[in-house]
């Protein structure tokens, strides 16, 4: 089951876009030097089709996307909350921040617009950094990925 920890409407995580960023608990990764420890454990509220209703019902009109940031100790779940949004919300875009260095088995592209890979490495800074090892990538309509990382280095 995917818990998330909480929530924010964000501008920097997606470029062009207004995201309601939902914070996934249950991190596999323990990246070392990790900001959001937290998120480790698994704890929160449990984020299903009805806990993604009643986010929509208060901030649906406000945003153009929806990402999810977390969730790779889940991901099958993750991959059919982002094509829930998309069949019930067309008109919102989905995103995805993995800390895995490759997309997981269980990810359907079509059910996503921007997919972050990599995992943070304290060195090579976060995806603003232009040492970065992450990339963020936009899922195209034939379903490749265009890397638009450069949209958001300083």
């Known amino acids: 089951m995917v818990r998330f920890y909480n929530y924010d409407i964000v501008f920097a995580e997606i470029p062009d876009e207004v995201s309601l960023a939902l914070n996934i608990t249950g991190c596999p990764n323990r990246c070392p030097g990790c900001h959001s420890t937290h998120l480790q454990q698994n704890i929160g509220d449990v984020l299903d089709a009805d806990a993604l209703e009643v986010l929509m019902n208060i ?28 069949t019930n919300y067309p008109g919102l875009k989905t995103g995805w921040y993995s800390g895995r260095e490759e997309m997981d088995s269980a990810i359907d592209l079509k059910n996503f617009n921007y997919i972050k890979l ?27 990925l265009s890397d638009i990382t450069y949209r958001l280095t300083k």
């Not at 889940?74 to 982002?82: H, Q, T, V």
């Not at 232009?130 to 309509?141: A, D, E, G, I």
């Open 118 to 144: 990599g995992p943070y490495i304290e060195e090579r800074g976060p995806l603003s950094s232009p040492t970065t090892n992450q990339r963020l990538l936009k899922v195209l309509p034939d379903l490749t």
């Open 59 to 86: 901030y649906g009109k406000a945003i153009t996307c929806v990402c999810f940031m977390g969730g790779d100790g889940r991901a099958s779940e993750i991959n059919a909350l982002a094509a829930y949004m998309r």
